[in-house]
């Protein structure tokens, strides 16, 4: 099997390209996919740089989708009683070692992708639509005649996030770094762009009436928290929910008494799809949002699976919009 793996942690050329990997084994509880795109996600960068360190060697990658190609011990053949069944078209964001030809892929984790659903947007749209779901309705719980803020707003998440919180009835602001990239955001229906070398707070006061949004979606990290904190109205709230410039610094709570008695948060999709349940309704939220136009996802960039190393350093490098696939 061709996939690939990691020996040590480290940048970019850590991920190995090997054509010999063992086919993998579905256990109980398991089925086995042939895929047919991978989801690239910062998630895969931690991970590579030992950030969230994994057992070495092995195999990054946690989304993407395909087709069952076998069933696991305990897997109950579906037909007739709408289980699994080998040929079923799935996706999946909590899998181990998806940067592979075919992947052990827990039923808990699963979901169908409906036949209008191209490949690599059913690859990419779980980890980054269900993000963005629960941010704008469990999270922010948006809703009209909000204000909203929003760090990477030409990314993956960033794209999906200002559809949906539009959607909701917000008002949306978002920080890009580049003139290509602002023209995305203004299409996903951004109010005001910003670049990262305004003078964000006084742009953001000046839209708000001198309030301030209330609700910041900071993906980010360390390059803008504490611009973050100080966009955000009295009894505001900033949702941390990536690090992309890198791990915010320890800091004192008493910074969110100074920046006016701020709600802080740092949200993780794990404990918001806590359960098959779970995760089959937000999925099917965002998956009909496509079908029916609400949402649309833009993959930027397609890399084959042995270019894997490229499609990071594009990622780290903030020059790709949208969401990142690769192609085994």
Same mark, same amino acid.
């Given at each position: 099997?061709?996939?690939?793996?990691?020996?040590?942690?480290?940048?970019?050329?850590?991920?190995?390209?090997?054509?010999?990997?063992?086919?993998?084994?579905?256990?109980?509880?398991?089925?086995?996919?042939?895929?047919?795109?991978?989801?690239?996600?910062?998630?895969?960068?931690?991970?590579?740089?030992?950030?969230?360190?994994?057992?070495?060697?092995?195999?990054?990658?946690?989304?993407?989708?395909?087709?069952? #190609? %076998?069933? @696991?011990?305990? &897997? *109950?053949?579906?037909?007739?009683?709408?289980?699994?069944? =080998?040929?079923? +078209?799935? /996706?999946?964001?909590?899998?181990?070692?998806?940067?592979?030809?075919?992947?052990?892929?827990?039923?808990?984790?699963?979901?169908?992708?409906?036949?209008?659903?191209?490949?690599?947007?059913?690859?990419?749209?779980?980890?980054?639509?269900?993000?963005?779901?629960?941010?704008?309705?469990?999270?922010?719980?948006?809703?009209?005649?909000?204000?909203?803020?929003?760090?990477?707003?030409?990314?993956?998440?960033?794209?999906?996030?200002?559809?949906?919180? #539009? %959607?909701? @009835?917000?008002? &949306? *602001?978002?920080?890009?770094?580049?003139?290509?990239?602002? =023209?995305?955001? +203004?299409? /996903?229906?951004?109010?005001?762009?910003?670049?990262?070398?305004?003078?964000?707070?006084?742009?953001?006061?000046?839209?708000?009436?001198?309030?301030?949004?209330?609700?910041?979606?900071?993906?980010?990290?360390?390059?803008?928290?504490?611009?973050?904190?100080?966009?955000?109205?009295?009894?505001?709230?900033?949702?941390?929910?990536?690090?992309?410039?890198?791990?915010?610094?320890?800091?004192?709570?008493?910074?969110?008494?100074?920046?006016?008695?701020?709600?802080?948060?740092?949200?993780?999709?794990?404990?918001?799809?806590?359960?098959?349940?779970?995760?089959?309704?937000?999925?099917?939220?965002?998956?009909?949002?496509?079908?029916?136009?609400?949402?649309?996802?833009?993959?930027?960039?397609?890399?084959?699976?042995?270019?894997?190393?490229?499609?990071?350093?594009?990622?780290?490098?903030?020059?790709?919009?949208?969401?990142?696939?690769?192609?085994?």
């Amino acid at each position: 099997m061709r996939g690939i793996l990691i020996e040590s942690f480290g940048g970019p050329d850590h991920l190995l390209f090997r054509e010999d990997l063992p086919d993998p084994v579905p256990g109980d509880g398991e089925v086995l996919v042939s895929v047919d795109a991978v989801g690239v996600n910062f998630t895969d960068v931690y991970q590579r740089e030992g950030i969230y360190p994994r057992p070495l060697p092995f195999t990054p990658g946690a989304e993407g989708v395909g087709r069952i #190609v %076998a069933l @696991g011990p305990g &897997v *109950a053949d579906g037909s007739g009683d709408g289980g699994w069944r =080998v040929g079923d +078209r799935v /996706a999946w964001c909590n899998a181990p070692d998806s940067y592979a030809e075919l992947v052990a892929v827990p039923v808990d984790s699963l979901v169908a992708v409906p036949d209008g659903i191209d490949d690599d947007v059913a690859a990419s749209i779980l980890l980054q639509g269900l993000t963005a779901h629960f941010l704008v309705h469990d999270v922010g719980r948006l809703s009209a005649d909000y204000t909203v803020l929003l760090t990477a707003g030409a990314g993956g998440v960033g794209l999906l996030l200002t559809q949906l919180a #539009v %959607a909701a @009835g917000a008002r &949306v *602001a978002t920080i890009v770094s580049t003139d290509a990239k602002e =023209v995305l955001s +203004r299409e /996903a229906g951004a109010d005001l762009v910003l670049r990262y070398d305004d003078d964000v707070p006084a742009r953001v006061a000046e839209w708000t009436g001198g309030v301030g949004v209330d609700v910041v979606f900071d993906g980010v990290g360390r390059a803008t928290f504490d611009t973050s904190l100080r966009c955000a109205r009295v009894r505001g709230l900033v949702a941390l929910f990536g690090a992309a410039s890198g791990a915010v610094p320890p800091m004192d709570p008493q910074k969110l008494n100074d920046h006016g008695s701020l709600f802080l948060t740092r949200p993780h999709l794990r404990h918001f799809i806590r359960g098959h349940a779970e995760l089959a309704a937000r999925a099917d939220d965002v998956m009909s949002a496509i079908e029916d136009g609400t949402l649309s996802v833009r993959v930027g960039d397609r890399f084959p699976l042995s270019d894997a190393a490229e499609a990071h350093r594009a990622l780290q490098a903030r020059s790709t919009t949208g969401s990142v696939v690769l192609i085994p």
